[in-house]
């Protein structure tokens, strides 16, 4: 497997007009924790590096891949989210003077303390994210169906640091990542039936509330977002198509696989902190950095 990474984000989020540390600190969660970003995305990612039969049990595999590919944006999404919630919540100034002293209150101290107030691999309480959390049993069943109850938990999850947070760029991102979520979902839910008979989607939604009760997640839907599988490749994992076939469950409307990955947003260019040393590079060094550059280009 070899990913080929595009600089972009997953969807385009909001400029912050103010700071919600604590914001912040709750979305911690959606990556760092059990249930959060970098879960799914290492549960895939070793399951698809040691899925057997691959050739055999070709559609499988490559539903893990994909969905694998599509984590990794979802772990950037969410960080960003988490670096936009943080922005402007400290000010330049004299050490002496104490330009971060409101940061010794809020939540996460660590945001301020080791990261120069951006995300990290842990939880909303700190607690940093562990390989204990990642399940490959080696059989199918059971890891397609503790992918679903991942996908599952992760959900209700965002629907709750939905409900504790009404910052735009949180919300934005909860959106739409509720409506990807949903996808992952009910892709588990069809490759389950398809391996043994038995329509798992008679259990959702789980929690039992649609997806368009959230205002920041309605209009995904309504784009057709919900709908959409990506290979996140132009040549590979095509077979997904075997699985993702059909109307979907919540609207009647037939479901598509989308060759390649979604447009995407501008990635968020983080301005200086000063007080956090953050990325410690003056103009002095700047003027002399693009010097040495110039030089190893023989200009």
Same mark, same amino acid.
């Given at each position: 497997?070899?990913?080929?990474?595009?600089?972009?984000?997953?969807?385009?989020?909001?400029?912050?007009?103010?700071?919600?540390?604590?914001?912040?600190?709750?979305?911690?969660?959606?990556?760092?924790?059990?249930?959060?970003?970098?879960?799914?995305?290492?549960?895939?990612?070793?399951?698809?590096?040691?899925?057997?039969?691959?050739?055999?049990?070709?559609?499988? $595999? @490559?539903?893990?891949?994909?969905? *694998? =590919?599509? !984590?990794?944006?979802?772990?950037? +999404? &969410?960080?960003?989210?988490?670096?936009?919630?943080?922005?402007?919540?400290?000010?330049?100034?004299?050490?002496?003077?104490?330009?971060?002293?409101?940061?010794?209150?809020?939540?996460?101290?660590?945001?301020?303390?080791?990261?120069?107030?951006?995300?990290?691999?842990?939880?909303?309480?700190?607690?940093?994210?562990?390989?204990?959390?990642?399940?490959?049993?080696?059989?199918?069943?059971?890891?397609?169906?503790?992918?679903?109850?991942?996908?599952?938990?992760?959900?209700?999850?965002?629907?709750?640091? $939905? @409900?504790?947070?009404?910052?735009? *760029? =949180?919300? !934005?991102?909860?959106?739409?990542? +509720? &409506?990807?979520?949903?996808?992952?979902?009910?892709?588990?839910?069809?490759?389950?039936?398809?391996?043994?008979?038995?329509?798992?989607?008679?259990?959702?939604?789980?929690?039992?509330?649609?997806?368009?009760?959230?205002?920041?997640?309605?209009?995904?839907?309504?784009?057709?977002?919900?709908?959409?599988?990506?290979?996140?490749?132009?040549?590979?994992?095509?077979?997904?198509?075997?699985?993702?076939?059909?109307?979907?469950?919540?609207?009647?409307?037939?479901?598509?696989?989308?060759?390649?990955?979604?447009?995407?947003?501008?990635?968020?260019?983080?301005?200086?902190?000063?007080?956090?040393?953050?990325?410690?590079?003056?103009?002095?060094?700047?003027?002399?950095?693009?010097?040495?550059?110039?030089?190893?280009?023989?200009?």
């Amino acid at each position: 497997m070899v990913f080929q990474r595009i600089d972009r984000l997953a969807i385009e989020l909001p400029k912050p007009k103010y700071a919600d540390p604590n914001a912040a600190a709750a979305v911690q969660e959606l990556l760092g924790g059990r249930f959060g970003e970098m879960s799914t995305l290492n549960n895939y990612l070793f399951q698809s590096f040691n899925f057997r039969q691959k050739q055999k049990l070709r559609p499988f $595999y @490559e539903l893990v891949a994909s969905i *694998t =590919a599509e !984590e990794f944006g979802h772990v950037e +999404l &969410v960080s960003n989210a988490i670096n936009l919630c943080l922005t402007g919540s400290t000010h330049p100034g004299d050490p002496d003077a104490a330009p971060m002293k409101e940061a010794k209150d809020k939540r996460n101290t660590y945001h301020f303390i080791a990261t120069a107030q951006t995300a990290f691999p842990g939880d909303s309480m700190g607690k940093a994210w562990t390989g204990e959390y990642v399940f490959n049993s080696g059989n199918l069943i059971l890891d397609l169906l503790h992918n679903f109850f991942l996908e599952c938990g992760a959900r209700t999850h965002k629907m709750r640091v $939905y @409900e504790m947070t009404d910052h735009p *760029t =949180a919300r !934005e991102m909860i959106g739409y990542l +509720l &409506v990807r979520g949903g996808v992952h979902i009910l892709a588990y839910a069809k490759a389950l039936e398809v391996a043994t008979g038995v329509d798992v989607t008679k259990l959702l939604p789980i929690p039992n509330l649609d997806n368009r009760v959230f205002d920041e997640a309605r209009k995904y839907e309504e784009q057709g977002v919900h709908r959409r599988l990506y290979t996140f490749s132009d040549r590979y994992y095509k077979e997904i198509v075997r699985i993702w076939q059909g109307t979907h469950p919540s609207d009647g409307q037939p479901l598509e696989v989308v060759e390649g990955a979604p447009q995407g947003g501008a990635i968020p260019d983080l301005d200086e902190v000063p007080e956090e040393f953050a990325p410690g590079i003056s103009a002095e060094d700047f003027f002399e950095i693009a010097k040495r550059l110039q030089r190893s280009a023989g200009l």
